[in-house]
């Protein structure tokens, strides 16, 4: 099952941002400081994006994440959410 009606049609990383160009020309950006794996990324690490139908996935960096997480807010490795949890303690995890 596709998570998304509006398809990625590219990804890339730019100025600090993970950039994403949707087929209905709407673009998401969000912040690489805002993950500790992402934040150490070469550009060329970055850059190594693969699109799934449910998220984005960088195998240089070992980091994958959620189009549902990103659109609440969450840019993973326990970044609070709007709900004011971080990810992590919501599951049990510190």
Request: proline share 5%.
């Amino acid at each position: 099952m596709n998570t998304l009606v509006d398809q990625v049609k590219s990804a890339v990383y730019e100025d600090g941002h993970i950039c994403l160009t949707m087929e209905s020309d709407v673009e998401i950006r969000f912040p690489v400081a805002g993950n500790p794996r992402l934040s150490n990324g070469t550009a060329e690490q970055l850059n190594n994006i693969e699109v799934s139908p449910f998220g984005l996935h960088w195998p240089d960096l070992d980091e994958d994440l959620s189009f549902r997480g990103l659109l609440e807010g969450d840019y993973g490795q326990g970044r609070p959410c709007r709900s004011g949890t971080r990810r992590n303690e919501a599951d049990g995890r510190k």
